[in-house]
Nanobody, 119 residues
Framework: QVQLVESGGGLAQPGGSLRLSCAAS????????MNWYLQAPGKERELVAGIGSTGSTRYAASVKGRFTISRDNAKNTVYLQMNNLKPEDTAVYYCNAGIGTLTTLNDYWGQGTQVTVSS
C-alpha cells in the first residue's frame, strides 16, 4: 500500500514564505512524476508545479518565479518552496505522484494541506 503525506502548510503573511513537503511511503518500486495541485474554495483543482523523474520541472504561470518544486529521490519526497506569497495563493495544496510497485502503476494523492495567506 502506498501513501502520500503532506506537511508544512499553515498561515503566512503576504510576501512571506512556506515550504510544503510530501513524503511517499509503502511498497514503492519507482516514482515517476510528482506534482503539486491547489484547490481554492469553490474552484476546481489546478496544477501548480510538477517535476519528472529526471528533474524536469513545469509551473503554472501564476507561480513562476515565486515557487520552486524539488524532489529528494532517496527520501521519496517532493517539496514546494513558496516565496512572495499572495492572498490568492490561499488554497488546499495536494501532492500527486505516479508510483509503481512491483505489480502496478497508479496515480496517488495526498490528503491535502491548507495554506492561508493573510495579514
Amino acid at each position: 500500500q502506498v501513501q502520500l503525506v503532506e506537511s508544512g502548510g499553515g498561515l503566512a503573511q503576504p510576501g512571506g514564505s512556506l515550504r510544503l513537503s510530501c513524503a511517499a511511503s509503502g511498497s514503492i518500486f519507482s516514482i515517476h512524476f510528482m506534482n503539486w495541485y491547489l484547490q481554492a474554495p469553490g474552484k476546481e483543482r489546478e496544477l501548480v508545479a510538477g517535476i519528472g523523474s529526471t528533474g524536469s520541472t513545469r509551473y503554472a504561470a501564476s507561480v513562476k518565479g515565486r515557487f520552486t518544486i524539488s524532489r529528494d529521490n532517496a527520501k521519496n519526497t517532493v517539496y514546494l518552496q513558496m516565496n512572495n506569497l499572495k492572498p490568492e495563493d490561499t488554497a488546499v495544496y495536494y501532492c500527486n505522484a505516479g508510483i509503481g510497485t512491483l505489480t502496478t502503476l497508479n496515480d496517488y494523492w495526498g490528503q491535502g494541506t491548507q495554506v492561508t495567506v493573510s495579514s
